[in-house]
């Protein structure tokens, strides 16, 4: 089958149709839930839906280890042998490489780490739901995050969307708040896929995105009156713009 990828960014995309459609033309799906740690669907978790879940435990995830590491979740025995094989430099038995691998092993510190966190996960993904409320409630100048019935949000980030979004930026950061701009160029922009053939324009939306998305500070450990004092930054910068 061929594959077919499900984007996860901190809540599910519509995996309804997209699942419905991986069945009826024998599509592989590979859910990308690096952002998306214990996000729901429905009445299960992302990264369980389709043949394959991945996960990534950087430090700045929701689940972070103290290092770096990753996660491959699938019910296929063959797809997990091969990434097995993969992640041990490609070798069947101790110095017998049969493909191309990576030293991508998990090792037992950062497994360690994450078994301790593990446990807190869905209590900070709670937090975080609540300063992404109290956010919504109180921000006003720059679009909210939207919430779609029956996909739980985590909020590994809380990103607004601003047509003033660099003036917004710099402001913020000379109040002391460090608000970021993730994914400031398109994939189909990246000199490494020029071979594609693409340009600019021809993704018109992402491209809209990518010069008005900006990250505000959401953590666990937040309390309500740092919520508020970005909104209220917030609020002064767009009473100062007009």
Not at 7 to 26: N, Q, T
Not at 102 to 131: F, G, I
Not at 216 to 230: D, K, N
């Amino acid at each position: 089958p061929s594959p077919h990828r499900a984007l996860c960014r901190s809540r599910a995309s519509d995996l309804g149709p997209m699942l419905g459609r991986a069945d009826r033309y024998r599509l592989l799906v590979i859910g990308d839930a690096f952002q998306a740690h214990g996000a729901t669907y429905g009445s299960k978790r992302v990264g369980t839906f389709g043949q394959v879940g991945c996960f990534s435990f950087y430090p700045t995830k929701n689940l972070g280890a103290y290092g770096d590491g990753g996660m491959v979740l699938t019910d296929n025995l063959e797809i997990a042998e091969r990434v097995r094989l993969l992640c041990n430099y490609g070798q069947s038995d101790r110095y017998h490489a049969v493909a191309e691998g990576l030293n991508s092993r998990l090792d037992e510190l950062q497994a360690a780490v994450l078994r301790v966190k593990l446990r807190y996960l869905d209590r900070w993904n709670a937090l975080r739901r609540q300063w992404a409320d109290l956010y919504s409630s109180l921000l006003e100048g720059v679009e909210v995050p939207f919430l779609a019935s029956g996909r739980e949000h985590i909020f590994h980030l809380y990103v607004v969307k601003s047509k003033a979004r660099n003036r917004l930026a710099a402001y913020l950061e000379e109040q002391g708040v460090p608000a970021l701009v993730h994914y400031p160029i398109p994939v189909h922009l990246q000199v490494a896929y020029q071979h594609l053939g693409y340009r600019e324009g021809d993704f018109p939306v992402s491209e809209a995105c990518a010069q008005e998305v900006l990250s505000l500070p959401i953590f666990p450990e937040m309390r309500e009156e740092e919520v508020a004092y970005v909104a209220d930054l917030i609020r002064k910068f767009y009473q100062e713009e007009i």
